[in-house]
Structure formats: structure tokens, C-alpha cells
């Protein structure tokens, strides 16, 4: 069985380089949404189940950081990696201290945005069999009668 192509939401407000890089990922066997403000991202991304979120820091709207806020507070969360200009140390900081995946440096190298999203991508499956393993272990420990473990969350 195949497993489902990797679902991305590109947010970056400069229309030709998001054309690019949509149609990049594309090319790759990837599955892509573009959008081209923060506010539209962080409403795909409420509506819409997305694997890896590509999101340029600086958008209208909404900013990256913004989004990335959001986005951490949906009930499964994207892995996101925010895209940065040079130079801007601060923004990809508080990119990795509000949770973000990873950054991508502006002007993209796209091997690297693949790279970077695959991995991504990993992660999040991972997190998502995480899950389900959890729910299995609780369904099985209540119909065995075992008390659930002591800081287990359940």
C-alpha cells in the first residue's frame, strides 16, 4: 500500500518565488497549497489536514510567527518551517522557541526546502503513529482493568 503524498502549505507573499516553489515540490511528488497571506494560512490551515507548513516570516495579514502560533494550537499541528531573509537571527529564534520545525534562509536553495520538508513530514508521521500507539495502550490497559499509568496523561 502507498502511503499518501506529503501534504504542504506554502505561505509566502511573493507570488513567483511561491509559484516556484510550489511547482519544485510538486515535481517531487509532494502535494501542494499556496497561499499568499498569514490569515489564509492560519484558515487552510484550521480547515485542512497538512503534513509540513512552509511559511514565509514576513507576510500581510498575519505574520509567519503569528501563523506558527496558530498552528501549534490546532489539535494535530503541522510541522512548520519558517522562511527567512539573511539576517534575520531574531525571527528564526523565536520561530524555534514558539515550536517550529526547522528555518529555510531566503533566497531558497531547493534541495534544501526538499530535504527540510521531507524530514518534516517524517516527524509528523511519527508523532501521528505516536498517537495512535498511545490510544491503543490506553484501550487495551481499561479493558484489561489496569489503572492508567501515574503521569501518563490519561
Do not use: C
Not at 518534516?120 to 490506553?138: G, H, I, P, S, Y
Request: charged content about 25%.
Amino acid at each position: 500500500m502507498d502511503a499518501p503524498p506529503i501534504r504542504v502549505l506554502v505561505a509566502e507573499d511573493e507570488e513567483h518565488l511561491g509559484l516556484l516553489v510550489g511547482q519544485f515540490l510538486r515535481g517531487r511528488g509532494l502535494e501542494v497549497a499556496l497561499v499568499r497571506d498569514g490569515l489564509e494560512a492560519a484558515a487552510r490551515l484550521a480547515a485542512e489536514r497538512f503534513d509540513v507548513a512552509l511559511v514565509d516570516v514576513q507576510m500581510p495579514g498575519l505574520d509567519g510567527l503569528g501563523v506558527l502560533a496558530r498552528a501549534r494550537a490546532l489539535p494535530r499541528p503541522p510541522e512548520v518551517i519558517v522562511a527567512t531573509g539573511n539576517g534575520a537571527a531574531a525571527a528564526v529564534a523565536a520561530a524555534f522557541a514558539g515550536g517550529a520545525y526547522g528555518a529555510v534562509a531566503k533566497p531558497y536553495r531547493m534541495a534544501e526546502v526538499e530535504l527540510l520538508v521531507r524530514r518534516a513530514a517524517e516527524t509528523r508521521a511519527l508523532r501521528d503513529e505516536v498517537e495512535v500507539l498511545r490510544a491503543e495502550v490506553a484501550r487495551l490497559r481499561e479493558a484489561a482493568g489496569v489503572a492508567p499509568e501515574v503521569g501518563s496523561g490519561e
